[in-house]
């Protein structure tokens, strides 16, 4: 079995910043990409930011400058730092990673989710 369980999310006044945190754990033998993505109320999930095990990222428009993903593979943690945050980035944040149990064969698997507030 594999698990993603995302923390750090909260309330932050605009203009604040707040590190999410993502770790897997369980039966892994690699992990490809990981990344972040987010739903608001009434909306659909979007895609934040990736980035794939060599490091290379990408975000969406409406961060970049603002946020960026990094990743820890020694721990299996993939983080999301968000500066200069607005009331529009609020929304539940999830992780998401391509993660092999065993040889060549990647799942993506999903966290649970964090609610992110920006609000004064």
């Known amino acids: 079995q594999v698990r993603l369980v995302e923390s750090g999310g909260g309330l932050v006044q605009p203009g604040g910043s707040l590190r999410l945190s993502c770790a897997a754990s369980?039966?892994?033998?690699?992990?490809?990409?990981m990344g972040w993505n987010r739903q608001a109320p009434g909306k659909e999930r979007e895609l934040v930011a990736g980035?794939?095990?060599?490091?290379?990222?990408n975000y969406a428009d409406s961060v970049k400058g603002r946020f960026t993903i990094s990743r820890d593979n020694a721990k299996n943690t993939v983080y999301l730092q968000m500066n200069s945050l607005k009331p529009e980035d609020t929304a539940v944040y999830y992780c998401n990673a391509d993660i092999a149990m065993s040889g060549n064969y990647y799942d993506d698997y999903w966290g649970q989710g964090t609610q992110v507030t920006v609000s004064s």
């Open positions: 980035i794939t095990s060599g490091g290379g990222t």
């Open positions: 369980g039966s892994i033998f690699s992990i490809n990409a």
